[in-house]
């Protein structure tokens, strides 16, 4: 699966990755791919409890505190409206961000 994230985003060794969602499945992933010494640099969630209560080896930030212009980022939630919630908000923050989800693995 990893390697799917990876060419699925198109990424190269330097690139930034980031998971969306700290729930059953965001976490899980998460410590997945840093077992695989893949960088992750954040899981990004809205839940503001879940940034402050979470004690993970990669912080748990809103969206809106990611600077940059273009990010890699996997949606980790399964809902498909949820993630067209998510990919609303990326796109309306104007951001050129390089996204996938499961749907499209």
């Known amino acids: ?9 198109h990424m190269t060794n330097n690139q930034n990755l980031y998971i969306w969602g700290a729930g059953s ?7 997945y791919l840093i077992k695989r ?6 899981i990004i969630d809205n839940d503001s409890h879940k940034q402050k209560s979470l004690n993970l080896s990669v912080p748990v930030i809103p969206y809106n505190s990611i600077s940059g212009e273009s990010i890699n ?12 919630q998510i990919k609303e908000q990326i796109w309306k923050e104007g951001k050129s961000d390089n996204i996938l989800s499961f749907e499209e693995l």
């Open 73 to 84: 980022i996997f949606i980790s939630v399964l809902n498909k409206v949820a993630i067209e």
């Open 1 to 9: 699966m990893d390697k799917s994230i990876i060419n699925g985003l």
């Open 25 to 31: 499945i965001g976490v899980p992933l998460a410590n």
């Open 37 to 42: 010494n893949i960088d992750v640099s954040a």
